[in-house]
C-alpha cells in the first residue's frame, strides 16, 4: 500500500474544515495508538507558535491511520521512540540509499498536496514535512509485503469515519525503517521555532 498524490489531497481536505471540532478526538486517540511518536513530538506543542502545527500533525497521522488500517484490514504497530528518530533522521538527511527515492520524495510531495489547504509558515511546513513524511514512510513499510514490520506492540483502534473512498493497494518500494544505523540528524521535536 502507498499514499498516492491523490490520497495525500483526500486526507488533508478531510481535515482542513473541521480541523478544530476533529483535532481534540483525533489527539487523544493517536496518543493512545503511538504514544512514543506523540512524545517525541510533544516539545513542539508547547510552543504557543506551534501549537497549530502540532495538532495538525497529530490529526492528519491519525488520519493516516486508520486510512491505511481500513485499506488493508491490518491493525498496525505502535512504533518505539528510535524507529522514529530514525526514520526522521533518514527524511531529513535525505538518504535515499536508506530508505529509497520514493520516501525522500515525500516532504515534496506534503507541501504539494497537504499543507496546500492550510496556511503555515516556513518553520510549520518545513518540520511537518518532514515529520508527516516519516510517519507515512513507517506506515508503508509496515505494510509493504516485502518488509515484516518493526517490533511493536499492537494496539485497538476506532473505525474512521470520514476515510476516502479508493485505499491505493501498490507495493511499497521503501526499506524497512529499521535498517542499518544512521548519523544523529533533526528529531520530530526539533522545530525551528522551538529553539532559544
Known sequence: MTFTSDTLRQLASALAPAMPKVTARLSATFRRRQPDFCQM?????????????HAFCVAFCEV???????C????LPKYSAATV?????????RQAALIGGRATRYPTRIRRYVLDVMDFDEDDARWLC????AFLVMLEGSLGRRHRPPPADRSTSNASAGTPRACGRRRSHAPHPTGSRSRPGPTPASHPKSSP
Open 41 to 53: 513530538i510533544a516539545e513542539v506543542g508547547l510552543d504557543p507558535r506551534c501549537v497549530r502545527a
Open 64 to 70: 493516516a491511520l486508520e486510512y491505511a488500517e481500513h
Open 72 to 75: 488493508t484490514g491490518r491493525r
Open 85 to 93: 528518530r530514525e526514520v526522521v533522521c533518514r527524511i531529513a538527511q
Open 130 to 133: 518532514t515529520t508527516l513524511s
